[in-house]
């Protein structure tokens, strides 16, 4: 997954600057109303809000914000009857694509994410025809600055970890749906900042240069800006050199 898994946390860097201009606001407030509407607003017993909560507090959203959106997902009141939609495609020099969208329209939605496939030399395709490729697992995300890798490794394996890799600034810790909270827990309880979700592995990857590399970049970077994607999860991986040169 390190292809992918170097563009998370690009992205997760480029949205600190997202959360400014309130983009990433307006995803997670969806995704906090529809956790709540899905499975109550008590996190304790809603594992989908209670992620949607720490991503929220990630991004420095304001606690009034998540107070609202949950009350108005629980009560049904925010107005608008949102679709969970997953799209399926190829990439560049074909490579797997999900997309994981929340939509009140879904020809807008499918109409918006196939002109981005089709601009950067992909294309859509039928439900199932790569969703085979990923195994969904829990992922922890542990800058190295915050953590040296025995201390991960220890912490993880005792937990009931699967794996533990080093991709670029960060550890990557995957676990079973299962152990997920378990091992997410294991690492607050220690005081040590992550990211974490529920995320798509690919089985295998697509390794990408030059013309293709930057193809997929553009591709990832326009899916991730539309309102209705919450996720772009992709089995591409791109050298550490060129990624970097890319992602400037």
């Known amino acids: 997954m390190s292809g992918h898994s170097k563009w998370h946390s690009i992205r997760h860097k480029k949205g600190r600057e997202d959360a400014k201009r309130g ?35 990630s991004a420095n959203m304001p606690n009034d914000n998540i107070d609202r959106a949950i009350k108005k997902g629980a009560g049904g009141t925010d107005g608008t ?12 020099a074909g490579v797997a694509v999900l997309v994981e969208t929340q939509t009140d329209n879904r020809n807008r939605t499918v109409s918006e994410v196939r002109h981005f496939f089709d601009r950067y030399n992909g294309k859509m395709g039928e439900t199932g025809c790569v969703s085979w490729m990923f195994d969904k697992r829990g992922l922890v995300m ?4 915050e953590a040296d890798e025995d201390t991960v490794m220890d912490i993880a394996l005792d937990a009931g970890a699967e794996d533990i890799k080093g991709e670029g600034d960060f550890w990557e810790v ?7 909270e378990t091992v997410k827990q294991a690492f607050e309880a220690a005081q040590i900042p992550n990211q974490s979700q529920m995320a798509m592995i690919p089985q ?23 309102d209705d994607v919450q996720n772009v999860w992709a089995n591409f991986d791109i050298p550490d050199e060129e990624m970097e040169k890319l992602s400037a």
Do not use: C, W
């Not at 009857?81 to 560049?92: L, N, Q, S």
């Not at 995957?174 to 997920?180: A, G």
């Open 204 to 226: 295998t990857t697509v390794e990408l240069t030059g013309k293709s590399a930057e193809q997929m970049i553009k591709l990832m970077d326009a899916l991730e800006d539309l």
């Open 174 to 180: 995957h676990t079973s749906l299962e152990d997920y």
């Open 142 to 145: 542990i800058e190295k600055s």
């Open 81 to 92: 009857d949102y679709e969970e939609v997953t799209f399926e495609g190829y990439g560049p």
């Open 23 to 57: 983009k990433i606001f307006t995803k997670l407030i969806r995704e906090l109303s529809i956790a709540a509407r899905l499975g109550g607003p008590d996190p304790e017993s809603n594992p989908r809000l209670r992620q949607a909560i720490d991503a929220a507090k």
